[in-house]
């Protein structure tokens, strides 16, 4: 069994020499080691080899975590990557510090009322349903731009980007079409939206399996749990 300081510094590696291969400067991609399913204890471990950024699926799983770590709260940031019900989200407003996993409004709306005005705002991203599939959440293509809008007007959110998880697939050009496909979103975004919406500056894709084909399509999150943190 490799050590978790060992896998995560073979997936730094990783995603340097992906960077270096797209060409672009090693810090523009910010790791996101999504601990769902492993301890408080996975955190620390990853935690005292110097990762800062958690993500998590399954809110109140979460919550155990971040209360067992609360001694390292202003340290770490807390990232929500699974799915929200309506009536779950005030924690998630009074907790994380990001969610990637808005896709509808009412939501954004929830978390925006909900947020307390002692912490700053939430940062939110938008889940796209980029691969077209019935089954899977997140927002059509063409619903961004009006939900967008309106999320970004939202007092208590910072609208930061656009996050999809693509359909499995083989193959770098097969994993790099979905992600090519979103970048496309977030610069369509940006030129419509404008001054409406001034930190539109993420894209969170790319997981244990196809991180270098994010990174090459300009992934700025890439979310890895299995190559950190074993499987689940
Ligand atoms: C579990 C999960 C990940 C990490 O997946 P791995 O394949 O274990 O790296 C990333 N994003 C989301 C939304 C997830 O649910």
Known sequence: MVSIPTRLEQTRARIAAACSAAHRPPGSVQLLAVSKTFGADAVEQ????????FGENYIQEA??????????????????????????SRPVAENFDWVHS?????????????RPPTLPPLHICLQVNISGEAS?????????????RAVAALPRLVLRGLMAIPEPA?????????????????DELRATLGDQAPQLDTLSMGMSADLEAAVAEGATIVRVGTAIFGTR
Request: no cysteine.
């Open 136 to 148: 899977k959440s997140g927002l059509m293509p063409a619903e961004l731009p009006e939900v967008a």
């Open 170 to 186: 083989q193959g770098e050009a097969a994993q790099r079409a979905p992600h090519r496909a979103l970048h496309a979103l977030l």
């Open 63 to 88: 919550l155990a975590k971040i209360e067992a770590l609360a001694a390292l709260r202003t340290q770490l940031q807390w990232h929500l990557i699974g799915p929200i019900q309506s009536n779950k």
């Open 102 to 114: 808005v896709d509808r409004l009412k939501i954004a709306q929830r978390l925006s009322d909900q």
């Open 46 to 53: 990853a935690f005292a080899a110097g990762q800062r950024a």
